[in-house]
């Protein structure tokens, strides 16, 4: 083998190695946001907010008190937080008014015509509205989608970064009524 071909391979195996390495970091990031962190399950007061939602109603989280509340911090473009709709759905199919479901956007990248749009095309019948109220700080918003549970004495029961089951939702709701 000449010097030239050496180097050639050499090099050649370099970008092998970062380009597997690369992959690996993606595919552990993915699943991160795909897959969530740990559940954590915290008693604590819920930070109060209010808000406009998409049809151009102020509410404010105490409007809620003695309800459970699901809130669903999320974002229209987020694929996880996409998923996350067909778990909601079936928690409110399972209870009803009996919980209260909020979604609200920590994406600075929706409006509230794209918020509206999300709502309608996903055929949810619950409040949308636009994280206005400092929210994503208020509830330490580090990745979407991040779920919630305020308990009727209006503490924080449960949360959960990245997609939550219909399962887990329901089973700790349950818990919680």
Same mark, same amino acid.
């Given at each position: 083998m000449t010097e030239q071909e050496k180097e050639n391979s050499n090099q050649l195996v370099e970008v092998a190695i970062i380009f597997g390495i690369t992959i690996i970091a993606l595919a552990l990031i993915a699943n991160h946001f795909m897959l969530g962190n740990e559940e954590v399950e915290y008693t604590g007061n819920a930070s109060e907010f209010t808000?406009?939602?998409? =049809?151009?109603?102020?509410? !404010?989280? %105490?409007?809620?008190?003695?309800?459970?509340?699901?809130?669903?911090?999320?974002?229209?473009?987020?694929?996880?937080?996409?998923?996350?709709?067909?778990?909601?759905?079936?928690?409110?199919?399972?209870?009803?008014? =009996?919980?209260?479901?909020? !979604?609200? %956007?920590?994406?600075?990248?929706?409006?509230?015509?794209t918020l509206s749009s999300f709502k309608e095309e996903e055929n949810c019948d619950w409040r949308f509205a636009i994280d206005t109220d400092n929210v994503i700080k208020k509830y330490n918003v580090q990745a979407i989608p991040k779920i919630v549970i305020i308990g009727k004495n209006g503490n924080v029961k449960f949360t959960h970064t990245g997609l939550t089951y219909s399962s887990t939702l329901i089973e700790n709701i349950n818990g919680f009524i």
């Open positions: 808000l406009t939602d998409t =049809e151009g109603n102020t509410f !404010s989280l %105490s409007d809620y008190q003695g309800e459970i509340v699901v809130l669903d911090l999320m974002g229209t473009l987020c694929p996880p937080c996409q998923q996350e709709v067909l778990h909601l759905k079936e928690v409110k199919e399972n209870f009803g008014n =009996e919980v209260k479901i909020l !979604s609200i %956007s920590v994406a600075a990248y929706d409006t509230n015509q």
